[in-house]
């Protein structure tokens, strides 16, 4: 079992940056993979970026590269998520996921976080 609790989220202006955490218990954090995934109101849960179980290999959301930034501490058991530039169309819930290989989809991840709300007011 992995547990996963996020943290840092809250109430910015467009144009502020926020970083987010994640940290994991359970197995051990250094052979899974992490993931961000987000879901606004009234929208499906959706990919933001990943990264691999050494940090070697990074996928982002097309529509996110440049703004976000994944990272990994491993002594840590934390995965970070830096978001730069924010505009009030980030406003979500953002999740945390952790699984055996990194992916781009849900169904790749077999554990997931409660979630930490990020809003961003223009």
């Known amino acids: 079992q992995v547990q996963l609790v996020e943290s840092g989220g809250g109430l910015v202006q467009a144009g502020d940056s926020l970083r987010v955490s994640c940290a994991a218990s359970?197995?051990?954090?250094?052979?899974?993979?992490m993931a961000w995934f987000r879901q606004a109101p009234g929208k499906e849960r959706e990919f933001v970026a990943a990264?691999?179980?050494?940090?070697?290999?990074?996928h982002y959301a097309d529509s996110l590269k440049g703004r976000f930034t994944i990272s990994r501490d491993n002594a840590k058991s934390t995965v970070y998520l830096q978001m730069n530039s924010l505009k009030p169309e980030d406003t979500a819930v953002y999740y945390c996921a952790a699984g055996p290989l990194i992916g781009t989809i849900r169904s790749m991840y077999n554990y997931w976080g409660q979630g930490t709300q990020v809003t961003v007011s223009s």
């Open positions: 359970g197995r051990t954090f250094s052979r899974l993979a």
């Open positions: 990264i691999s179980s050494l940090g070697g290999t990074i």
